[in-house]
């Protein structure tokens, strides 16, 4: 079946940093997603991104369908960022399958 | 508004017995997928119901079943519940039909077996 890989597992910043992270999937794919879940467990959907880039506030997104590969950034990065990112990829048959997560700590 | 709700938020039972979880979908959504996150992972895919059908299932036994309502809530039904099950369990919903669109999470159920 279909591979979802994140990266970096782990990630520890300080408050004001940027950083990118990036999901790897290895088939083709009818969508992708990002979703950021806090500690509560709550996923909140961050982005909805087949292809091409998007931008919501400090937070940005781009899908290279072609090359299976997409990549979420953050900026000026803040605490209430910290969680774990997950990149899910969403099959031709409504199947959807998740990352392992990268889980991002930002310290004060 | 009301987003995605799920019921209870919390259980505990024992081994062998039957627990069954309830999901309603933010409104207009008439798509519901269940998902079981285990601890430190990432969320498995169950299955989906579209128009009170299962649509889609992903790699579970048969003791996991779910049911959608006319009304488009749903519920998950696991039996026979093994140490294993213990995990948050995710509804999500969107807009069903030919193209997909963004799911929407619910807060999750975590259920613990002993």
């Known amino acids: 079946g279909i591979q979802v890989e994140q990266s970096p597992p782990d990630l520890i910043l300080q408050e004001g940093a940027n950083s990118t992270l990036r999901c790897n999937f290895s088939d083709s794919v009818n969508n992708l997603q990002w979703f950021h879940q806090n500690p509560w467990g709550q996923l909140i959907n961050l982005f909805y991104?087949?292809?091409g880039t998007k931008q919501n506030g400090r937070l940005s997104a781009t899908t290279v369908a072609t090359e299976r590969y997409s990549l979420l950034y953050i900026s000026s990065s803040q605490t209430t960022d910290s969680g774990v990112y997950f990149c899910a990829v969403e099959l031709w048959n409504n199947d959807m399958r998740f990352g392992a997560g990268t889980r991002l700590t930002v310290k004060p | 508004d009301a987003g995605v709700t799920q019921s209870p938020t919390h259980l505990i039972k024992t081994r062998g017995q039957q627990v069954t979880l309830r999901c309603s979908p933010k409104?207009?959504?008439?798509?519901v997928s269940w998902y079981q996150q285990a601890l430190g992972q990432g969320p498995q895919f169950i299955f989906q119901y579209y128009e009170e059908e299962e649509r889609q299932r992903g790699n579970f036994p048969d003791r996991f079943s779910g049911h959608q309502f006319p009304n488009y809530s749903s519920e998950l039904n696991v039996n026979a519940l093994l140490l294993g099950d213990s995990a948050l369990y995710l509804c999500?919903?969107?807009?069903?039909?030919?193209?997909?669109?963004?799911?929407?999470f619910g807060p999750g159920t975590r259920l613990l077996v002993l």
């Open positions: 409104s207009g959504h008439d798509t």
């Open positions: 991104i087949p292809s």
């Open positions: 999500a919903s969107s807009l069903g039909g030919p193209i997909q669109e963004t799911q929407y």
